[in-house]
């Protein structure tokens, strides 16, 4: 009977490491098996740039319009969308077209809703969160960001073939 307990118990530790292993793999797997692109940052707020040891970033394409989607009545708070980037003459990637099916091509980024607002006309703008709206960084190197930034700086995402990214490095102007 105790070593059935044991067994059950070491059993349910087992499966609870599996899960937080798994969920930690997850999320590094864009930084392993992803594709480098650049992309623009936009400062979110100069003055409460940082809150403890990370930085808030913003991009152009975290806010799109409504009209961008080709079925706007999908959209709510919470609903997974998917924002195709293509590359400018800069060499920078920027927002091309936004779905709420996944593209079978290119480079796209995977988000969800955060905020839909939608005016009488039809009008309105859909805000979108990535994962990649902060940057962490050791305290004397957040500090060192945060003057950087205010005039706008450069994001190397690393991007799944699923969409997933994630912050690999930032560069200040």
């Given amino acids: 009977m105790k070593s059935k307990v044991t067994f059950a118990i070491l059993l349910a530790i087992t499966f609870q490491l599996l899960v937080l292993i798994g969920m930690v793999l997850q999320a590094a797997l864009p930084l392993w098996t992803g594709s480098p692109i650049e992309v623009k940052t936009i400062p979110v707020d100069p003055r409460s740039l940082f809150r403890g040891n990370y930085a808030r970033l913003g991009y152009e394409f975290s806010r799109i319009p409504r009209s961008a989607f080709s079925n706007p009545a999908a959209l709510h708070k919470g609903a997974l969308v998917y924002v195709l980037l ?73 991007v799944a073939p699923s969409g997933k990214a994630r912050i690999k490095a930032i560069q200040t102007p």
Wanted: charged share 25%; no cysteine.
């Fill in 86 to 158: 293509s590359k400018g003459a800069d060499g920078l990637y920027q927002f091309s077209t936004a779905s709420v099916t996944q593209p079978s091509r290119g480079i796209f980024l995977r988000g969800r809703v955060e905020q839909a607002r939608f005016f009488r006309n039809k009008q309105g703008y859909v805000r979108i969160r990535y994962g990649i709206e902060a940057y962490f960084a050791p305290k004397q190197k957040a500090l060192a960001l945060e003057k950087q930034l205010r005039s706008g700086g450069i994001a190397l995402l690393m």
